[in-house]
């Protein structure tokens, strides 16, 4: 089993930035890729950005150029830096583990809003 943990949600003005945090912990070992996802209310959850081990970087096309995935294999890690930041980012973020190619995990999600 994989336990992720995410931090770094809140309140934020329209224009600003947060970073998020995603710690994984337990069976760590073949993890292929990490990334996140997100939820509004009332629609269902979609790929925000994800990041293949080794290999290549995928972006939503509403985040490209706001958002940045990065991950840090040394501490089972990965985050996300969103800049000018809109009202509908508003929504759950989950962070988002694969391992073997097969087998998926999820964090509790960390809640992000963004409102004047």
Known sequence: ????????????QPGGSLRLSCVASGTISNINAMG????????ERELVAFKISGGSTN????VKGRFTISRDNAENAVYLQMNSLKPEDTAVYFCNAIRLSRYSYWGQGTQVTVSS
């Open 36 to 43: 996140w996802f997100r939820q509004a209310p009332g629609k």
């Open 1 to 12: 089993q994989v336990q992720l943990v995410e931090s770094g949600g809140g309140l934020v």
């Open 59 to 62: 972006y939503a096309d509403f």
